[in-house]
């Protein structure tokens, strides 16, 4: 939302999260929410399965579409720590991942639309 220069619950970004099909990951979505506003029903949050998570990552943009696309990559290292945690860890698991600084979590790509 600061990249894009959005504020929660304006409805201004759209959101494909593109995760295995599995938890822990999928919580992004659930992130995503809670972090955007945006939400699976009103269609600005979208999931995309991946087949690993190495692959996973979410695609954001402004939904008139003006200026480029991000694209927000989890760390590696971030992705491993958490992959193969018993469901019970989630929450635990979520709250260290609120403590922790974004390069240790994630990298944002920006990627121009004229490209394509």
């Known amino acids: 939302m600061r990249e894009l220069k959005s504020e929660w619950g304006r409805h201004e970004l759209e959101i494909v999260c593109y995760v295995p099909p599995e938890t822990p990951f999928t919580c992004l979505a659930d992130g995503l929410s809670v972090g955007t506003g945006n939400s699976l029903g009103?269609?600005?949050?979208?999931?995309?399965?991946?087949?690993?998570?190495?692959?996973?990552?979410?695609?954001?943009?402004?939904?008139?579409?003006?200026?480029?696309?991000?694209?927000?990559?989890?760390?590696?290292a971030y992705l491993k720590s958490i992959a193969g945690r018993p469901v019970e860890e989630l929450e635990r698991l979520s709250r260290e991942c609120s403590r922790m600084p974004e390069e240790k979590l994630f990298t944002i790509r920006r990627l121009s639309p004229e490209g394509l």
């Not at 600005?44 to 402004?62: H, K, M, P, Y």
């Not at 008139?64 to 590696?76: F, K, M, S, T």
Request: aromatic share 2%.
């Open 42 to 76: 009103r269609l600005d949050l979208r999931l995309a399965e991946v087949l690993i998570a190495q692959e996973s990552f979410v695609a954001v943009r402004r939904k008139d579409r003006q200026g480029d696309v991000l694209e927000v990559r989890p760390e590696p």
